[in-house]
């Protein structure tokens, strides 16, 4: 029994030392994998502590790129900002420019305007009715007038003379040779100006007739027309028979010269019911034209005019005459 329990006691011991053993082992076990956790938490740790690192940077980094791109952003919209204000600044000097330029061309057109005032001739003149027998006399020289106003004369620079009493009012002055000098003279035609005469009468081959005159010569109309214009721009214009008499003795470089016929024909149109004389008329027409510039064309209408109203009435042909000199050729009626 003894033996049994020594031997027992033995097993007992031995089964301590085995459990002890086990437990060691469990426990070495047991400390092994608790260090091989604690291992793989530090590694873990260490690695979210690396990501976060990292996420962190990238985050600086982002903010750092948006922080310079806001930057550029900036300094774009700055240099936009600048641009657009020198553009708006260039463009104000363009328009100061654009207007400057316009001021100086309104200031040119301005000046052209001037000069072509200055250029502009002054008609300075008289109107004829020589004889009272008909109307058409009278007729013609108011209708002229009118026209001639119309044109830009100034009526107080043309002077009327007429035979008929009744129309001797509103400065209508009773006609004579020496009536027709001193209208010359108060007109006072001078550098810049022009003159312009329109006489209507019966004619002979002496005279343009005056009832109650001697007439007027064509000798005394150039003296008149010396001492009065002198070598200033002058439009005679005669309507009468045979008034081609003074076309001649007229004839000076600065003068335009009309006459109704030649010096040995005589003209139509005289009868108490005309409104015009033939020749009146014509002119009348032809100076209403807005095609019709200068005094050569305004000439070879009322040629073709008479032409026409002779031959209709089966006259013979009154040969109306022109004379134009070197130094008014061309030149326009009034300021056509």
Known sequence: DDDDDDDDDDDDDDDDDDAADDDDDDDGGDDDDDDDDDDDDDDDDDDDDDDDDDDDDDDDDDDDDDDDDDDDDDDDDDDDDDDDDDDDDDDDDDDDDDDDDDDDDDDDDDDDDDDDDDDQLVYKGLLGAGDDSINAFDNARKKLAEIWESEGVEPDNIIHLSDKASEQ???????????????????????????????TSHGSKQVWAIHGDQGLRPSKLAQILDDTCGERPTVVMVSACYSGIFVNPLSAPNRVIFTAASDSNTSFGCSPEAVYTYWDGCLIDAMDKDDIHTWEELYADIKACIEYKEGMGGFTPSRPQAFFGDQVANMPIFHR
């Open 169 to 199: 009012v509103g400065g209508v002055r009773k006609i004579s040779v020496d009536a027709m000098e001193q209208a010359m003279h108060d007109v006072n035609v001078t550098d810049g100006d022009a003159c312009i005469l329109h006489m």
